[in-house]
């Protein structure tokens, strides 16, 4: 098995375990390309990281597949109903990270070059985030659109690697005073259109099949972080709405001195 094949599994099952955990999935991929010595340029490193979150979302929606049929059927009635009014809270939620993506997308490719310092940084901030969410009142209030907007914003800024996108938008939701059961839901769907149209832009541009990793390798990466992030988002739907956020910061905070520092002294 060649060792490009090995760093594809061992980051598939990264990227599938820490997607739905707040600890940021982007910040462990890229932390893990240094450990195993990744020499790809920004462009081929972010196009296996791109593939790896497609494995993630399509396991997001194969996990609410009886949820997202429900929202289909009713948002095709052509009339307003709840599942209309939660398309367009999604389809809100997803304006800021689509306008920073198309204005920024070269800048955001140099992120994905083993920056381990920044990831560090935002590790740290990604737990100080989740201390404060930790210490919201509960509340039992939905979604608004406003609410949309703003969980949409912090889900743009988790474009930065170890900015955790999970932990950013589902703690800025608690912030806002939402549910931690629905504020959980909707950080999980919310992600699924941006993602596939990602993979729909690189498509279209013809950057999918050009500089980019071997085939097998995204293949493998893929598949591994699908099987994870299925029983992963399974586990994470059930327990994350009843665990404290504490632990996760902890264990940012704990990654993000470690990465900095290493950076920094080594």
Same mark, same amino acid.
């Not at 340029?41 to 296996?48: A, T, W």
């Not at 398309?87 to 198309?102: D, E, N, R």
């Not at 609410?147 to 955790?164: E, K, M, R, T, Y």
């Given at each position: 098995?060649?060792?490009?094949?090995?760093?594809?599994?061992?980051?598939?099952?990264?990227?599938?375990?820490?997607?739905?955990?707040?600890?940021?999935?982007?910040?462990?991929?890229?932390?893990?390309?240094?450990?195993?010595?990744?020499?790809?340029?920004?462009?081929?490193?972010?196009?296996?990281?791109?593939?790896?979150?497609?494995?993630?979302?399509?396991?997001?929606?194969?996990?609410?597949?009886?949820?997202?049929?429900?929202?289909?059927?009713?948002?095709?009635?052509?009339?307003?109903?709840? !599942?209309?009014? #939660? /398309?367009?809270?999604?389809?809100?939620?997803? %304006?800021?990270?689509? $306008?920073? +993506?198309? =204005? @920024?997308?070269?800048?955001? !490719?140099?992120? #994905? /070059?083993?920056?381990?310092?920044?990831?560090? %940084?935002?590790?740290? $901030?990604? +737990?100080? =985030? @989740?201390?404060?969410?930790?210490?919201?009142?509960? /509340?039992?209030?939905?979604?608004?659109?406003?609410?949309?907007?703003?969980?949409?914003?912090?889900?743009?800024?988790?474009?930065?690697?170890?900015?955790?996108?999970?932990?950013?938008?589902?703690?800025?939701?608690?912030?806002?005073?939402?549910?931690?059961?629905?504020?959980?839901?909707?950080?999980?769907?919310?992600?699924?259109?941006?993602?596939?149209?990602?993979?729909?832009?690189?498509?279209?541009?013809?950057?999918?099949?050009?500089?980019?990793?071997?085939?097998?390798?995204?293949?493998?990466?893929?598949?591994?972080?699908?099987?994870?992030?299925?029983?992963?988002?399974?586990?994470?739907?059930?327990?994350?709405?009843?665990?404290?956020?504490?632990?996760?910061?902890?264990?940012?905070?704990?990654?993000?001195?470690?990465?900095?520092?290493?950076?920094?002294?080594?």
């Amino acid at each position: 098995m060649g060792i490009e094949i090995i760093n594809a599994i061992v980051l598939g099952i990264i990227q599938g375990l820490t997607e739905f955990l707040p600890v940021s999935s982007s910040g462990h991929l890229e932390l893990a390309k240094a450990v195993l010595g990744d020499t790809s340029v920004g462009e081929e490193s972010l196009m296996m990281t791109v593939t790896l979150h497609f494995g993630t979302a399509l396991a997001t929606v194969v996990a609410f597949r009886q949820e997202i049929l429900q929202v289909l059927k009713g948002t095709f009635k052509l009339k307003w109903n709840p !599942e209309s009014e #939660f /398309s367009a809270k999604i389809i809100i939620s997803m %304006i800021p990270a689509t $306008i920073v +993506g198309l =204005l @920024l997308e070269s800048q955001i !490719e140099q992120l #994905f /070059s083993r920056q381990v310092l920044l990831v560090g %940084i935002c590790l740290l $901030i990604t +737990g100080g =985030l @989740l201390l404060l969410a930790n210490r919201a009142k509960l /509340s039992d209030r939905g979604v608004s659109y406003k609410d949309a907007f703003w969980v949409g914003i912090a889900q743009a800024i988790a474009i930065l690697p170890g900015i955790s996108r999970s932990g950013a938008t589902i703690s800025s939701a608690v912030l806002l005073g939402i549910d931690k059961e629905q504020a959980t839901r909707f950080s999980f769907l919310m992600v699924v259109p941006l993602i596939f149209g990602k993979m729909a832009k690189d498509l279209l541009d013809g950057e999918i099949g050009g500089s980019t990793p071997h085939f097998p390798a995204l293949a493998v990466g893929f598949v591994c972080a699908f099987v994870t992030g299925y029983f992963a988002c399974l586990w994470m739907v059930r327990i994350v709405k009843q665990s404290q956020l504490n632990y996760f910061a902890i264990y940012c905070l704990i990654i993000g001195t470690i990465a900095a520092g290493y950076a920094i002294f080594a």
